[in-house]
């Protein structure tokens, strides 16, 4: 099984590039209507390819347990056929594939197709043994079997996560050409305090995830304004610098600002956003919505679309949900913020689709025009963003 598993692990990368270049980042297929029965077959495919990376890395199926792979394959060609003949109707308004992702098909179907050979070859004899699936994994470094079968979880995982954004998908409410990260919360405490924790540099970092030191400068912008250091552990000694600063202050109401860096190691370079703060029967709603522009050109856009988006989101989300429960009298979440195990599970959480609970802070990409956790602001949140 050596070379059914070298096959299968090029196989893997370069459809990974296709997913993620291709279908996600490019075509944005997940987003668009038309697309959709073409986006139910790659949701089944992952299931797939998870079954074949793990049972190629660790596995021989012997006797009438051959009979399993024999489904498995069949499914796999079935889903492929399936989705050559939907893609061309699916990217009609797209003007048909990109010559790069037909190119990109062409090369898979080859190293398909001498995988499946290779594959059955090695199998045959097999079926003259005794009926069992027998831990027998082929003689490759022991690290690359791992490193297979943890991609065989990630794309059981991805399955179930993209599952459910598929049946979940609603034309109107997706959104289709804004990506602003939007979050908001409804906090149990009153205008003024909330807006000392969150405007206060040494109150801000106790929860936002996103800053470990935030500090005022004596120099001034041209609103008079102080200018702002912001900085980021990302762990290795390494840091993360930027400088932001107000275009507008009315506390305890609104704060509009401006942030960009030009550290190397930062993605961003620069972005705008706007925090605001309104009173209402439960405490006062708190939102945030920011968006910001990427260095590295195509490289760093895919980096953002694909992972570094999704933590901003997140870790802004995060960050509202512990700044909630503190102003609701839970001072121990303080320390709880701090664990990146616990931000971690909280990602994967959310990444694989499950939703904030009712009362908690909630985070979406969006126009910033529309609210969920209140919306009898969404009139007045529109004129404001």
């Known amino acids: 099984m050596e070379t059914s598993f070298y096959l299968l692990l090029i196989i893997a990368h370069l459809g990974l590039f296709d997913v993620l270049y291709f279908h996600n980042y490019k075509c944005k297929l997940h987003l668009r209507a038309e697309c959709q029965r073409e986006v139910f077959w790659h949701v089944w495919r992952h299931l797939i390819y998870a079954l074949q990376f793990i049972w190629v890395a660790n596995f021989r199926f012997h006797g009438f347990a051959l009979l399993l792979l024999g489904v498995l394959y069949f499914f796999d060609i079935f889903i492929a056929w399936a ?4 893609e061309n109707k699916s990217r009609a308004a797209q003007g048909g594939l990109p010559r790069g992702e037909y190119f990109m098909h062409v090369v898979l179907s080859l190293l398909v197709g ?16 005794a009926t069992a699936i027998v831990y027998a994994p082929p003689e490759v470094p022991m690290f690359l079997r791992i490193f297979m079968t943890a991609m065989g979880v990630i794309a059981l995982l991805t399955f179930s996560m993209d599952l459910r954004k598929w049946l979940k998908f609603d034309e109107k409410t997706t959104p289709k050409k804004s990506n602003k990260i939007v979050v908001e919360a409804i906090i149990p405490c009153d205008a003024e305090l909330l807006w000392e924790r969150s405007q206060q540099p040494e109150l801000h970092t106790l929860w936002d995830i996103r800053f470990s030191h935030i500090e005022y400068l004596e120099e001034k912008d041209e609103n008079g304004f102080n200018l702002m250091d912001y900085r980021t552990k990302i762990g290795f000694g390494i840091e993360v610098k930027g400088i932001g600063r107000y275009l507008q202050n009315s506390p305890p109401k609104l704060s509009t600002f401006e942030f960009e860096s030009d550290d190397w190691k930062s993605l961003i370079t620069i972005g705008r956003g706007i925090w605001q703060y309104k009173p209402c029967a439960e405490g006062t709603y708190f939102r945030t919505v920011y968006d910001y522009e990427t260095r590295y050109g195509f490289f760093g856009e895919m980096i953002d679309s694909i992972i570094f988006r999704p933590i ?4 802004t989300e995060y960050g509202f949900e512990t700044l909630r429960r503190w102003c609701a009298g839970d001072e121990s979440i303080l320390k709880k913020r701090d664990s990146i195990l616990k931000f971690a599970a909280f990602f994967l959480k959310r990444y694989m689709g499950f939703p904030a609970r009712k009362g908690e802070a909630k985070s ?7 609210t969920f956790v209140n ?6 949140l529109r004129v404001a963003t």
Do not use: C, H, K, S
């Open 312 to 315: 901003m989101q997140l870790g």
């Open 114 to 129: 001498a995988y499946l050979i290779v594959t059955f070859q090695t199998i045959w004899a097999d079926r003259n043994l």
């Open 364 to 370: 979406w990409l969006g126009t910033g025009q529309e």
């Open 83 to 86: 989705d050559v003949l939907e």
């Open 375 to 380: 919306p009898n602001f969404q009139d007045a």
